[in-house]
Each structure stands twice: as structure tokens, then as C-alpha cells.
């Protein structure tokens, strides 16, 4: 059964900074992984996703990378803005491109 | 280009009562799951289909939960005599089955048990 875990739970950082976010996940039998970002109160937005045979994708100040033999992907956000406020979640999709199992999310507040 | 819709936003109702969401996903995906998230936690997969067929439920979908998707576009999820338990958000979501398979959500129905 595929597990998925992030830390930290919630991170505080100030305006500019650059910060890595942690998923780990204990099956590396996936088709892709997918972050996602959610605003309070409402659905997931897709910001990127990682086939099973790639190794990292970009897209503007976001970068994700995987890493299948240790159970890794970190999202890295360059020159964090407050707007990047919100909760980040990874998702790992089963072999078979059916479900996806998700952690339980990194709360990010970037101050002014 | 419409997304992923989902009908109603809120619902509010009695312990014991019956409810029933729609889905409605994006019109060339072929593929609809259903998932749960409460408070602070990460969305928990229910079920998901493939055209009309119902490929996978989860075990936390009990007897007291039914999904369809008669005609393989719109989906419905019913909750029957609902428990307070049953409060969480529930969202939908889409997807092709070839190429990337990216998923894409809709807006999630909040469901409250009084």
C-alpha cells in the first residue's frame, strides 16, 4: 500500500526566499506524481507533473524533481512571492494510471 | 474550454438524511474519480470509472455510498443516511487514460452533517 508523506507540515518563510518542499512515498511502482495547489476552501490546481520515467520538470519559478530509488520529490519555489501562500500537496498515481495517493500537505505562508 | 464542474458547492443536512452530487468532467476524458478530504488532512481516493465502467472503490466506501456514471459522461455520488462522519469535502476529478493521465479537479462540494 502506497504511502505519502510531507514535511514540513507548514512552513513560514519571508518574501524572496527560496524554499524546497519534501514528499516521500514508499512504493516507487507509480505512472506519475503530480503537486498540486490548494487555496482555503477550495479545489486542487495542478502546477506540475512527473512522469515515472522523468526526472524533474519546470514550469516559471517552480521546479519538481523525482527521485524513484530513495522515494523522493521536492518541490522547489524560486523567489517566493506572498500569492504562493496556500497548501501544496504531492500525489503519487498508482502503476496502473488509476488512483492517486496524496499526503497530507504542506501549509506555506510567505509574509510580506 | 469548461473544466471540471461539480454541482452543489455546499450542502447542508440532518443526520439520517440522503444526498446525492454531480460531476461533471471534462468532455474528452473518459476517465472520472471521486475522493474525500477533511480538515488538514490530504485527499483520500472513493472510487474512480472508466467510461460507465466502475473500475476500483475504495474501502472506505461503504454500503451507505453509491457512484454511477450511467452514460459515461456525468457522475453521480450518494450518500445514504449520512452520519456526521461523512462531513468532508468531495471532489472530482478527470482524466484521459493515455499520454500524461493528468488529473484535473473541480471545485469540490462541502458537505456538512448537522
Known amino acids: 500500500k502506497q504511502e505519502v508523506t510531507q514535511i514540513p507540515a507548514a512552513l513560514s518563510v519571508p518574501e524572496g526566499e527560496n524554499l524546497v518542499l519534501n514528499c516521500s512515498f514508499t512504493?516507487?511502482?507509480?505512472?506519475?506524481l503530480q503537486w498540486f495547489r490548494q487555496d482555503p476552501g477550495k479545489g486542487l490546481t495542478s502546477l506540475l507533473l512527473?512522469?515515472?520515467?522523468?526526472r524533474e520538470q519546470t514550469s516559471g519559478r517552480l521546479n519538481a524533481s523525482l527521485d524513484k530509488s530513495s522515494g523522493r520529490s521536492t518541490l522547489y519555489i524560486a523567489a517566493s512571492q506572498p500569492g504562493d501562500s496556500a497548501t501544496y500537496l504531492c500525489?503519487?498515481?498508482?502503476?496502473?494510471?488509476?488512483?492517486?495517493?496524496f499526503g497530507d500537505g504542506t501549509t506555506l505562508t510567505v509574509k510580506p | 474550454d469548461t473544466g471540471v464542474s461539480q454541482d452543489p458547492r455546499h450542502k447542508i443536512t440532518k443526520r439520517g438524511q440522503n444526498v446525492t452530487f454531480r460531476c461533471d468532467p471534462i468532455?474528452?476524458?473518459?476517465?472520472l474519480y471521486w475522493y474525500r478530504q477533511t480538515l488538514g488532512q490530504g485527499p483520500e481516493f472513493l472510487t474512480y470509472?472508466?467510461?460507465?465502467?466502475?473500475?476500483?472503490k475504495s474501502r472506505l466506501l461503504s454500503d451507505r455510498f453509491s457512484a454511477e456514471r450511467p452514460k459515461g459522461s456525468f457522475s453521480t455520488l450518494e450518500i445514504q443516511r449520512t452520519e456526521q462522519g461523512d462531513s468532508a469535502m468531495y471532489l472530482c476529478?478527470?482524466?484521459?487514460?493515455?499520454?500524461?493521465?493528468?488529473?484535473?479537479f473541480g471545485p469540490g462540494t462541502r458537505l456538512t452533517v448537522t
Open positions: 512504493d516507487s511502482a507509480i505512472y506519475n
Open positions: 500525489a503519487m498515481r498508482d502503476a496502473n494510471a488509476g488512483k492517486s495517493t
Open positions: 470509472f472508466q467510461n460507465e465502467a466502475q473500475l476500483e
Open positions: 468532455s474528452e476524458h473518459n476517465r
Open positions: 512527473i512522469q515515472s520515467s522523468q
Open positions: 476529478a478527470s482524466s484521459l487514460t493515455q499520454g500524461l493521465v493528468e488529473q484535473y
